[in-house]
C-alpha cells in the first residue's frame, strides 16, 4: 500500500519530526510512505484567498497521486482505530494501492476539496495544530495497518 499524506505547510519543531520520522521508519514494513508538504498561504488578511490558493495545491497534487482521498476534517465522520483499519482494508480490497490524506491549512480547505475526497475524517471535535496533527495521523496510520496485520503494537 502506498500512503501519502498530502499537507500544507512544514514542521517546524524538532520533538514533532522526530515523531514524524520514527513511525515513518516503523511503517516500512507495511507500505510506502510519502509527506507531501505544500507551501503555507499564511495571507493573515484574507484567508479565502489563502484557502484557495492551498486547495488548488491539493488539487493539483491530487491528480498526480492518484488514488483513494480522506480529508482530515473536523466535521468529517469518526472512527475506533478499530472501524477504520477495516476501512482501511477495505480500500484495499477496492482496489486501491495509494491511500492520500489530505491535511489542510490552518483555514480549512475549499468546498472543491470537501466534495472531490472519498472520505471526511475527523479524529476529534477538538481542533488540533497541524504539525502535531501530522504526527497523530502518522501514528494512526501505522496503528491501523498493526490492526490489520495483527501485530502487538495496538492493545
Known sequence: MNINIICVGKIKEKYINDGIQEFAKRLQAFGKLKIIE????????NRTISIEKESKAILETLEKNKGFKVLLDIQGKNFSSEEMAIQIEKIGVNGDSTINFIIGGSYGTSDTIRKIVD???????????HQLMRLILIEQVYRWFSIIKNTKYHK
Open 119 to 129: 472520505l471526511k475524517l475527523s479524529f476529534s471535535k477538538m481542533t488540533f495544530p
Open 38 to 45: 505544500l507551501k503555507e498561504d499564511g495571507n493573515d488578511n
